[in-house]
């Protein structure tokens, strides 16, 4: 199983830089991310939509054909334990203060962790810095 953060699974809807590459990985194993990367992905996809790279009707139709893709089961949802809450803060605590990563990057590196992950695949940069503190590789393909 790959752990793939929202930049990642966006590009299996998108033509982001580098779509190519991450839809050939996701190819190769199941695909998993933590709830609330399902609300990023959607939030993303109105974010598009906001800046003119989607229209309204195209914005729709991406929501849904996701919605119909995560009930089959495409992406397996990793829920947010108050343990993987425990280990962000815990991170957060002791991370030196040259370290800057939103709230929601920490949410994916604890479930990821939390979840026995090793490895954590992402376009975010100031994840991918964070994500030994969490015990995990950060990797782009990209």
Same mark, same amino acid.
């Given at each position: 199983?790959?752990?793939?953060?929202?930049?990642?699974?966006?590009?299996?809807?998108?033509?982001? /830089?580098?779509?190519?590459?991450?839809?050939?990985?996701? !190819?190769?194993?199941?695909?998993?991310?933590?709830?609330?990367?399902?609300?990023?992905?959607?939030?993303?996809?109105?974010?598009?939509?906001?800046?003119?790279?989607?229209? =309204?009707?195209? @914005? $729709?139709?991406?929501?849904?054909?996701?919605?119909?893709?995560?009930?089959?089961?495409?992406? $397996?949802?990793? /829920? @947010?334990?108050?343990?993987?809450?425990?280990?962000?803060?815990?991170?957060? =605590? &002791?991370? /030196?203060? +040259?370290? *800057?990563?939103?709230?929601?990057? #920490?949410?994916?590196? #604890?479930?990821? *962790?939390?979840?026995?992950? *090793?490895?954590?695949?992402? +376009?975010?940069?100031?994840?991918?810095?964070? =994500? /030994?503190?969490?015990?995990? !590789? &950060?990797? +782009?393909?990209?």
């Amino acid at each position: 199983m790959l752990y793939f953060d929202t930049s990642y699974l966006v590009r299996l809807y998108t033509k982001d /830089p580098g779509w190519e590459i991450v839809r050939e990985l996701a !190819k190769t194993q199941s695909l998993v991310c933590c709830i609330h990367g399902k609300a990023e992905v959607v939030a993303a996809f109105h974010r598009k939509m906001r800046e003119g790279a989607l229209k =309204a009707k195209e @914005l $729709r139709t991406l929501v849904t054909e996701f919605e119909v893709d995560s009930d089959n089961g495409a992406c $397996r949802w990793l /829920p @947010l334990t108050s343990a993987a809450v425990t280990r962000l803060t815990a991170v957060y =605590a &002791g991370l /030196p203060s +040259n370290i *800057a990563f939103r709230s929601a990057d #920490a949410i994916h590196l #604890a479930c990821a *962790a939390e979840g026995g992950f *090793a490895k954590i695949y992402s +376009n975010d940069t100031r994840l991918l810095i964070a =994500a /030994p503190h969490f015990g995990l !590789k &950060g990797e +782009n393909v990209i």
